[in-house]
């Protein structure tokens, strides 16, 4: 991988300094990981053994693309946490009497320098989140959201998921999650642009509730809380193209709360109560950056019509890409001030690089239960959706297939309602 080298746009950020600054080249670890494996280990006369762990392809083509979108040379960061995953040094020795001079090579004590590649990964993702929040782009961005506030109309959406209410007596996987969020909308005669906040909690634990601890198989997923928070803008024009950009901040968790949420709800409605929160994931804090970008649209009649999307998560909890296409048939809307009354279904194929949510947490440690996920997840909605202002509802069925490697449909997949709530004076 070529990395160039820093630009004016690099001056001032302290990390992209640090990397840059650092001795060992940053273009490339293989030179080094060659030059390392001609040494020998003190007098052990043992090779020092090297692997050179780069993170995942999908993660790198994220690093990659969200860098040079951002303004900066997130390439240089990418690199070093790859090199820095790579210099991590085994001297394999044969007796004890070896171990002590080996682990004081030089080549041990340069090594351990570096900077651990999770370390320089948070560092690349804090960049990437913070390079929109130039001075310029914060005052523009608050310039159009004032505006907006001040004289676009207001939309509240309230958005509820849950398994139970399709009447599952398992009550397991992604069991409940809910949101509300507050947009301000700006029209005219070609778009609709509007900014918003939101707010929600996202609720995941094993197959079954009831399950205690020492019952959950290891295939099971683990239980889990996302608590966050976040700001977005969306945009809706006349010919059908839509997208949606945001950024989450929030917590994984005890911290997040389910526990708590799950437990209380539970005994409101005399449901069965948990069993096995004990055993979740620890806490993390997380930022994730979002979009979801339909770019055009087929209509083959006029009261059909098509539009296939792309979109993408990039952050410490999750992280994947995906297309997707949603039809619907009926009385269209164009843009969401308009009425409308139709039926919708949307196919979704997703490929996973991250989920915090089976993994744990990608900076935490010695979480209780973890599962390796599905690189493949499916997941097919089929609802419909009523608006006249000021009032809006729809109403779907999620069908999400198994994202635990190892874990069939035939036990993995789930289903499970969704409504969406909403109110535009």
């Known amino acids: ?6 630009g004016a746009d690099q001056i001032g950020n302290p990390i992209l300094h640090l990397v840059h600054g650092n001795s060992f080249s940053t273009g490339s670890c293989h030179g080094f990981l060659a030059h390392a494996r001609r040494q020998r280990c003190g007098p ?5 053994f090297m692997t050179c762990k780069i993170i995942d392809q999908p993660m790198r083509n994220l690093f990659l693309t969200l860098g040079a979108r951002a303004g900066i040379n997130c390439a240089i960061l990418l690199a070093r946490s790859g090199c820095a995953a790579a210099l991590r040094t085994t001297c394999s020795t044969r007796t004890a009497a070896c171990r002590a001079p080996c682990s004081a090579s030089s080549y041990v004590r340069q090594i351990a320098q570096f900077i651990p590649a999770r370390a ?3 560092a690349c993702l804090i960049s990437v989140a913070a390079a929109p929040a130039s001075a310029n782009a914060v005052a523009d961005w608050y310039d159009d959201f004032q505006t907006a506030r001040a004289q676009g109309r207001p939309s509240t959406h ?32 070609t778009q609709s642009t509007g900014f918003g906040w939101r707010i929600g909690q996202e609720l995941y634990t094993a197959s079954d509730i009831k399950l205690p601890p020492e019952s959950i198989s290891p295939l099971d997923r683990p239980y889990a809380g996302w608590l966050f928070g976040g700001l977005y803008k969306e945009t809706y024009r006349a010919d059908g193209y839509h997208d ?10 005890p911290c997040a709360g389910g526990e708590w949420t799950q437990r209380n709800l539970h005994r ?26 339909a770019p055009i649209r087929w209509a083959p009649h006029a009261a059909i019509d098509i539009a296939p999307s792309y979109h993408g998560r990039f952050g410490n909890i999750f992280t994947d ?4 296409v949603k039809i619907r048939a009926g009385r269209l809307n164009m843009r969401p001030d308009q009425s409308t009354l139709h039926g919708f279904m949307r196919l979704d194929a997703s490929v996973v690089g991250y989920n915090a949510t089976l993994q744990g947490g990608y900076f935490s440690r010695n979480d209780p239960h973890t599962v390796k996920p599905k690189r493949w997840v499916g997941e097919a909605e089929l609802g419909v959706l009523w608006s006249r202002k000021p009032w809006g509802f729809s109403a779907s069925v999620v069908r999400r297939s198994s994202e635990v490697d190892g874990l069939s449909n035939a036990f993995g997949a789930q289903s499970y309602a969704r409504f969406v709530f909403s109110y535009s004076p």
Not at 1 to 6: E, H, I, K, N, S
Not at 44 to 48: E, K, T
Not at 268 to 293: F, T
Not at 321 to 324: D, E, I, K, Y
């Open 1 to 6: 991988m070529r990395v160039t080298g820093m």
């Open 44 to 48: 052990c006369n043992d090779s020092i």
């Open 120 to 122: 320089l990964i948070a």
């Open 158 to 189: 309230v958005n509820i998921d849950n398994d139970t209410l399709l009447l599952n007596q398992r009550d397991g996987f992604y069991t409940s999650g809910g949101r509300i969020a507050r947009e301000y909308w700006l029209h005219d005669a």
């Open 244 to 253: 949606k950009v945001g950024v989450d901040i929030g917590c994984l968790g």
């Open 268 to 293: 409101l409605l005399h449901q069965p109560l948990p069993q096995a929160w004990s055993q979740q994931v620890r806490n993390e804090l997380g930022i994730v950056l979002y979009a979801d970008v």
């Open 321 to 324: 890409a995906g297309v997707a």
